[in-house]
């Protein structure tokens, strides 16, 4: 894979760096641009490069003692990957224990991205609880993603439809290591639920020290084959003509290493209207929830049926 295409792209003093590809480039206190390090093969820019590009502007504007805790998104217009991406930041509030920062990611001078990120200095508080984390296979029990796209090539009852769009998300080169947890065989894949697992990771190294900057790779990560959750059910049925993101929510409630595996828990409540919702959440390995995750997409469909008659 080569290192311009990864979230490590490049090497320099400190060693790979996880965080490369969300690195923006301050052109004032206000105003920074982005790059592109990964550009799916929609040619479209990838959402979550957005969400965490907006969000390395926003933390830049807050002092070192305070975190972001949640962030809202609305995709406004598709990002065009032959420009750069101007995200412009507003101080809406600075608070003694809260901020929140508005941001505006701008193309073609047109807003294409709008976000309110919030942030919170470090509060203990004796009032606590979450959900209990699955029980699932460690990682390295688990098939990579190549791997498991290989088994599925090496069975003869995989019909060749199937087999060519296999052979086209094993081309793709992408920033992020996954591993499914319970990968369906090729006889369950029409009927399954709207939901899934996997263990995800950064590729490269981020460290220790910058808890900011593992929110934003999170905030990256966290858009990686979300709302295809929403698809599972239905995509031996209907053949998926357009699917984009139209917002993004995040809460953050513990420090965590995006470079370290994280399950993520992902689940489809409801699709309907053109529309897909999807939530999610991130474990760290030792059973704490770090992230919890909501999306909402179009999805426009047809029949595969009709697809044949065509």
């Given at each position: 894979m080569s290192p311009q295409h990864t979230l490590a792209a490049g090497h320099d003093h400190a060693g790979d760096r996880g965080d490369r590809g969300l690195r923006s480039i301050p052109l004032s206190s206000s105003l920074h641009r982005g790059r592109h390090y990964w550009v799916p093969t929609t040619q479209r820019l990838f959402g979550g490069q957005i969400v965490g590009q907006a969000l390395v502007a926003a933390a830049k504007s807050v002092t070192e003692d305070v975190h972001v805790h949640s962030l809202h998104c609305y995709f406004v217009r598709a990002g065009d990957p032959k420009v750069p991406v101007l995200y412009q930041v507003e101080r809406t509030r600075t608070?003694?224990?809260?901020?929140?920062?508005?941001?505006?990611?701008?193309?073609?001078?047109?807003?294409?991205?709008?976000?309110?990120?919030?942030?919170?200095?470090?509060?203990?508080?004796?009032?606590?609880?979450q959900f209990s984390m699955p029980v699932v296979p460690p990682p390295e029990?688990?098939?990579?993603?190549q791997a498991?796209?290989?088994?599925?090539?090496?069975?003869p009852n995989l019909q060749d439809k199937y087999r060519v769009g296999l052979n086209r998300i094993a081309a793709r080169e992408v920033p992020i290591e996954i591993k499914l947890v319970n990968p369906p065989t090729l006889n369950q894949l029409q009927t399954?639920?709207?939901?899934?697992?996997?263990?995800?990771?950064?590729?490269?190294?981020i460290g220790e020290g910058d808890i900011k900057m593992h929110c934003c790779v999170a905030a990256y990560i966290s858009d990686y084959a979300f709302l295809g959750t929403a698809l599972l059910p239905h995509q031996f049925k209907y053949k998926v003509n357009f699917m984009?993101?139209?917002?993004?929510?995040?809460?953050?409630h513990a420090p965590f290493r995006a470079d370290h595996w994280m399950l993520y828990e992902c689940e489809?409540?409801?699709?309907?209207?053109?529309?897909?919702?999807?939530?999610?959440?991130l474990w760290r390995r030792d059973g704490v929830l770090a992230v919890t995750c909501a999306q909402e997409g179009v999805i426009r469909s047809k029949p595969r049926v009709l697809e044949s008659k065509l």
């Amino acid at each position: 894979m080569s290192p311009q295409h990864t979230l490590a792209a490049g090497h320099d003093h400190a060693g790979d760096r996880g965080d490369r590809g969300l690195r923006s480039i301050p052109l004032s206190s206000s105003l920074h641009r982005g790059r592109h390090y990964w550009v799916p093969t929609t040619q479209r820019l990838f959402g979550g490069q957005i969400v965490g590009q907006a969000l390395v502007a926003a933390a830049k504007s807050v002092t070192e003692d305070v975190h972001v805790h949640s962030l809202h998104c609305y995709f406004v217009r598709a990002g065009d990957p032959k420009v750069p991406v101007l995200y412009q930041v507003e101080r809406t509030r600075t608070g003694a224990s809260f901020s929140v920062r508005s941001v505006k990611a701008v193309q073609h001078g047109k807003a294409i991205f709008i976000c309110q990120a919030s942030f919170q200095q470090m509060q203990p508080s004796p009032l606590q609880h979450q959900f209990s984390m699955p029980v699932v296979p460690p990682p390295e029990e688990l098939l990579d993603h190549q791997a498991l796209i290989d088994q599925y090539l090496r069975d003869p009852n995989l019909q060749d439809k199937y087999r060519v769009g296999l052979n086209r998300i094993a081309a793709r080169e992408v920033p992020i290591e996954i591993k499914l947890v319970n990968p369906p065989t090729l006889n369950q894949l029409q009927t399954l639920e709207p939901k899934q697992m996997f263990w995800v990771r950064a590729q490269g190294y981020i460290g220790e020290g910058d808890i900011k900057m593992h929110c934003c790779v999170a905030a990256y990560i966290s858009d990686y084959a979300f709302l295809g959750t929403a698809l599972l059910p239905h995509q031996f049925k209907y053949k998926v003509n357009f699917m984009v993101s139209l917002d993004h929510s995040m809460w953050f409630h513990a420090p965590f290493r995006a470079d370290h595996w994280m399950l993520y828990e992902c689940e489809s409540p409801w699709a309907g209207g053109s529309r897909g919702l999807v939530h999610g959440r991130l474990w760290r390995r030792d059973g704490v929830l770090a992230v919890t995750c909501a999306q909402e997409g179009v999805i426009r469909s047809k029949p595969r049926v009709l697809e044949s008659k065509l």
